[in-house]
């Protein structure tokens, strides 16, 4: 591990001081478009179109809420680091913002967690995606899927930037114009002017057990998979550090992002569970998607949202092995992390995107080993550390935001609302959840696997500056 320079307090930060990033040598070949596309790209993909079937059967029609609960919570961490990455740009993002508000520490412990955050779902959408495939190819094996997948967008990502972003842009025009359609057809539904359908009124929502069937714990269950679901949003200010016009464009996408997000998401859930009995079989067998679409019998429909589900999940490995690499990159240059790690050729961290698509391919092995309850199993055990980096968010801002009031008003492009009372209230909020995890057994695993990660990567980062602090006034 490389050495941290000697860090001044946290408070004491000017905050123009520009912090130590990997942005320099990296390109800026990012445009707006792509910018936008790539803050609804990252966020939709297993998590929505894979995992919420799942929720949906935990959680029945309650998943309305529990969508809606965290839309809300992910709308205020979104403006709070879209008020942060547009006074400083920088592909660490929230990482850099812990470490000037908070201290490096911080910055190691959000930036690290982040970092295994992304690795993990990438194995995740690469598992979704070869699920599809296996069902259009049956008796192929699912860790070779798997692998060709991963061989194919670490290679991707191992080119220029603007080629990722081009990528991208079409990936996520086509899962999000599907979901445009996917929404339309399912009001009409529920409105009952779709030829061949009737309105299917409130049934859905309060028969089969009522609208929280499983109870509290069953909208625990949903609110959870509906975190992990929007996780990945953040992304698009780490993208923002290479684009032409990283204020302007950070402060855009994070403005048009927030309110897509809360609409395709709460309207999909709210369409699916409308529609469909939250206790037909095919809801998490094949996803709600699909399943909706199949239940109102338009032809080759379920088959054509396979195809649009396979998109959207590669997209979503894409976008991830990318914020992965670029925060990694960004660690090392701030004295985070191993020093190979930050060499930049021709403007892409090549070898950190190699290291990033690690444990893509450990998800080879694994998906070998175990097939059936793999995908679950990582799901659960990365949900709540989405949590933790909000966390990271929230307090990071409300420390710099004083500090910008005084010293650098001009920078405040984009405002938090109502501050410091939102900021709290989204605080108050990641607090109730994790409270609500310690309270029931199925999700306490998961919290003391996070809490395991995060108290390690603390203890670490804080010992690093210590040994850099005590190490300081003897290189002077």
Request: charge should be neutral; proline fraction near 5%; include cysteine.
């Amino acid at each position: 591990m490389s050495r941290s320079p000697a860090p001044a307090p946290a408070e004491s930060v000017p905050v123009d001081t520009p912090t130590p990033t990997a942005d320099a040598p990296l390109s800026h070949g990012l445009k707006q478009r792509h910018l936008s596309m790539i803050a609804l790209g990252g966020v939709i993909g297993a998590g929505l179109f894979v995992g919420s079937g799942t929720a949906i059967a935990a959680a029945g029609p309650s998943i309305i809420l529990a969508y809606a609960v965290s839309g809300a919570l992910v709308m205020l961490v979104m403006r709070m680091l879209g008020e942060m990455a547009a006074a400083n740009p920088a592909s660490g993002s929230f990482s850099v913002h812990a470490e000037r508000a908070i201290g490096p520490w911080a910055g190691f412990t959000a930036g690290w967690s982040f970092w295994f955050l992304l690795c993990v779902a990438v194995g995740l959408e690469g598992m979704g995606a070869a699920a599809i495939m296996t069902g259009w190819f049956p008796g192929t094996p699912a860790w070779a899927w798997v692998a060709v997948f991963m061989v194919l967008f670490c290679v991707t990502n191992l080119a220029a930037v603007k080629n990722f972003g081009e990528f991208e842009f079409w990936f996520a025009a086509l899962k999000v114009g599907a979901i445009v359609l996917f929404l339309g057809i399912g009001v009409l539904a529920i409105l009952g002017v779709l030829p061949g359908t009737d309105s299917p009124g409130a049934t859905n929502l309060t028969g089969h057990g009522g609208f929280m069937p499983n109870g509290a714990e069953g909208l625990i269950v949903g609110l959870l998979a509906s975190v992990f679901a929007y996780g990945g949003l953040e992304t698009v200010t780490i993208a923002a550090a290479e684009s032409e016009h990283p204020v302007q464009g950070v402060a855009k996408a994070v403005r048009t992002a927030m309110w897509r997000i809360a609409i395709f998401y709460v309207g999909s859930m709210a369409v699916v569970v409308t529609l469909l009995p939250w206790t037909h079989e095919s809801v998490a067998e094949k996803g709600p998607y699909v399943a909706t679409l199949e239940f109102l019998e338009i032809p080759a429909a379920g088959q054509i949202m396979n195809v649009v589900v396979l998109i959207a999940l590669l997209s979503a490995m894409n976008a991830n092995i990318y914020g992965a690499s670029r925060m990694a990159c960004s660690l090392v240059a701030r004295g985070q992390g191993p020093r190979t790690l930050g060499k930049v050729s021709n403007g892409v961290p090549r070898i950190a995107v190699l290291t990033s698509s690690v444990f893509g391919f450990v998800c080879v092995l694994l998906s070998y080993w175990r097939p059936d309850d793999l995908f679950m199993w990582l799901l659960n055990m990365i949900g709540a550390i989405i949590l933790v980096v909000w966390f990271f968010i929230a307090v990071s801002q409300l420390l710099l935001r004083r500090r910008l009031e005084r010293e650098a008003p001009e920078k405040l492009v984009v405002r938090m609302w109502a501050y410091p009372y939102l900021t709290y209230v989204a605080l108050a909020g990641m607090a109730a959840i994790f409270v609500l995890m310690a309270r029931e057994e199925g999700t306490l695993k998961q919290l003391y696997f996070t809490g395991g990660l995060t108290l390690a990567l603390a203890v670490t980062g804080y010992l690093r500056q210590r040994i850099a602090a005590r190490k300081a006034p003897e290189a002077a």
